[in-house]
């Protein structure tokens, strides 16, 4: 098929000198998205210390086109951007790849400067839309489905269908004349588009964290994508990437097919008292001293729960050492297990250490949080630690290690 050419928070807006100016893709793609420096907490719970980027694009051409809008936070800076990059003219379409507020959050204010704007999207877009906004459109709704393209001049615009990557009205479009993948959250990281960090790190827990759990998903929208000539990736988060593509993607087919990326050992420990995390200590320099590549220790009690969630994810070998409490486990692993398993976590070889001063429960709690994750390989010995670490507990830690290394 071809086609021929309110609810802003007042509260948490972005203040005046946060507004960044309009960013050139190619001579006739602008990214008019803006950097919010002021956001400490994505979704409510995702700490971004180096803010977030909320991308939008605008394709320039005999129509105009606005690819996805802004969260409200962001909204009066975001027209801004876009009157600079458009000047007088009248926006033709709005393209909504992604029905989630902080790319959604700005669609009526949009509708309402250009009222003969058409807004493109598929079926469930619109079903989505109507539940956010109470706003009456179906005469301005042009619905797309898989492979249709919209011609706006000399760029055309083709749509493929995304479902679940990460909600199932996801879509990503294809700018066939330059070659520009507008990949909606695919692609995508935390921190502001200039931030000064390193790309993999964010990206890893922005991915895991929010698109963890559809890795088949994303499979099949790598698929898609490997049938299309791509030198430029637009995505609603993050920087725009130009270079190296094939690091991204392949990236993004490791972590969607839950591969490890990395030959190391995560030990995650959840300590209350201390005595748990100098155990843990302690297995990391015996499986250094083991020849592991690389080990990390994580304290879940005062470190980044979602760079712990990440990092399970990256390494092969993963050590749970946790407290018992409550006839369970400490709460802080209880947490974590609880999210890599809501994540799809599988392909994995995990080494336990308990403790417990009169009846270690841990380790049986931990097991039972694990059941029905895929392919998970639980490694003997289980190591139990009452109270504190003694002399004899060294020698099953690196019996643990041992095992762990083998595989």
């Not at 928070?9 to 100016?21: A, F, H, L, T």
Request: charged fraction near 25%.
């Amino acid at each position: 098929m071809v086609f021929d050419s309110s609810f802003l928070s007042k509260k948490g807006k972005i203040k005046k000198k946060e507004i960044e100016i309009v960013e050139k893709v190619t001579e006739d793609i602008i990214n008019i998205g803006v950097n919010d420096r002021t956001i400490t907490l994505f979704e409510g719970q995702y700490e971004v210390k180096n803010g977030m980027a909320y991308n939008s694009y605008v394709i320039l051409d005999e129509q105009v086109v606005v690819m996805d809008t802004v969260d409200p936070r962001a909204t009066q800076e975001w027209l801004k951007n876009l009157d600079e990059a458009v000047g007088t003219r009248r926006v033709d379409y709005l393209v909504i790849q992604h029905m989630e507020p902080d790319h959604g959050g700005s669609i009526v204010q949009l509708m309402e400067r250009y009222p003969e704007m058409k807004l493109v999207g598929n079926a469930k877009t619109f079903q989505m839309f109507e539940q956010f906004f109470d706003v009456s459109s179906s005469d301005k709704m042009v619905t797309v489905k898989e492979g249709d393209i919209l011609s706006v001049g000399k760029h055309t615009l083709q749509f493929f269908m995304a479902p679940m990557v990460h909600w199932p009205e996801v879509m990503v479009t294809y700018e066939q004349t330059e070659k520009v993948l507008f990949s909606a959250d695919g692609f995508g990281k935390f921190g502001t588009r200039d931030a000064k960090e390193d790309w993999v790190q964010e990206a890893r827990r922005y991915y895991i964290n929010i698109c963890g759990k559809y890795g088949m998903q994303v499979q099949a929208l790598l698929k898609k994508a490997s049938t299309l000539e791509i030198n430029i990736i637009c995505p609603l988060h993050g920087p725009v990437l130009t270079e190296n593509l094939g690091y991204y993607i392949e990236k993004y087919n490791i972590w969607s097919s839950y591969e490890p990326e990395d030959e190391g050992v995560l030990i995650a420990c959840a300590s209350i008292h201390g005595h748990t995390l100098h155990t843990a200590e302690k297995m990391k320099e015996i499986l250094e001293q083991k020849g592991a590549k690389k080990v990390v220790l994580m304290d879940l009690t005062r470190e980044d729960l979602h760079e712990a969630v990440a990092d399970a994810f990256r390494y092969r070998y993963l050590v749970l050492a946790a407290a018992s409490y409550d006839a369970g486990v400490f709460p802080p692993m209880e947490d974590f297990l609880n999210k890599i398993k809501a994540k799809n976590y599988q392909k994995r070889m995990i080494g336990i250490i308990e403790n417990g001063s009169w009846a270690p429960t841990a380790a049986k709690s931990m097991k039972s949080l694990l059941e029905g994750a895929k392919a998970l390989t639980i490694v003997e010995p289980v190591v139990t630690i009452k109270s504190a670490m003694k002399t004899e507990n060294i020698s099953q830690l690196e019996a643990l290690a041992d095992a762990l290394l083998k595989l």
